[in-house]
């Protein structure tokens, strides 16, 4: 792909990567600041789970929908129509867990010229060498296509990523910074101090430059880079 941010350790390049980071956590939340995240509620003590049981249903069956619905759309081979259904979905339904929020994120990136990103799932490695699964989906930038590419994807592969990669979480409010600094954020997923933290490649959706185009006419407010 393009890269169409400056990868040079210069102050330009950093200062114009912060920007658009900046950007595009501003359209983003401008837009979805009132999306409920049904796995959020996990974490909610008992007798306030037992209290929103209602709400926590309703929210759980439109995620069913919406995940259903953003199948189909994959299986009929719409290009165009599985990203305006995942961002009118989003939109219409206020609904979606860290997947649908990386992978919207990640759509908005592309809509505004940033190429070089993509999502994955995280897990940890502890000291033994043994790896689980975090369950929790984030928006990398710059790895490597040695480690990100068809082949790795399809097989969905596990991987170190540099400490310096640079991360964006919609889910956990927008929180945008290196893995070295992501460490005591993702504790709030289990990460250990003594463990690593790896990348898991997902095969997921890719925007061609023609899906690109429509989707930066159908979502006006979406775009901060003409």
């Known amino acids: 792909m393009i ?12 200062s114009a990567f912060k920007k658009n980071i900046k950007q595009v956590k501003k359209v983003f939340f401008s837009e979805f600041a009132d999306v409920k995240k049904p796995a959020s509620y996990s974490s909610l003590p008992m007798q306030r ?40 979905m989003l939109k219409t339904f206020k609904i979606g867990n860290c997947a649908e929020l990386a992978e919207t994120g990640k759509t908005i990136c592309k809509m505004n010229k940033m190429n070089n990103c993509d999502i994955f799932t995280l897990h940890a490695k502890s000291a033994d060498g043994s790896i689980r699964v975090l369950d929790h989906t ?62 898991k490649t997902e095969n997921t959706y890719e925007p061609d430059i023609n899906t690109i185009e429509k989707l930066r006419k159908e979502f006006p407010n979406l775009i901060f880079n003409k």
């Open 49 to 88: 789970r037992l209290e929103m049981a209602d709400d926590i249903k309703e929210a759980n069956m439109l995620l069913a929908v919406i995940r259903e619905l953003q199948k189909t759309a994959y299986e009929e081979g719409g290009n165009f129509e599985i990203f305006r259904r995942l961002i009118g």
């Open 3 to 14: 890269n169409n941010i400056q990868t040079q350790s210069t102050f330009t390049g950093k």
């Open 138 to 199: 984030i928006i990398a930038f710059k790895v490597p296509k040695s480690k990100n590419n068809t082949i790795t994807k399809r097989n969905a592969v596990i991987f170190e990523p540099s400490p310096d990669t640079q991360i964006l979480d919609f889910y956990m409010n927008g929180f945008s910074g290196n893995v070295r600094q992501a460490r005591k954020i993702y504790a709030a997923f289990g990460l250990k101090p003594d463990e690593k933290l790896l990348f």
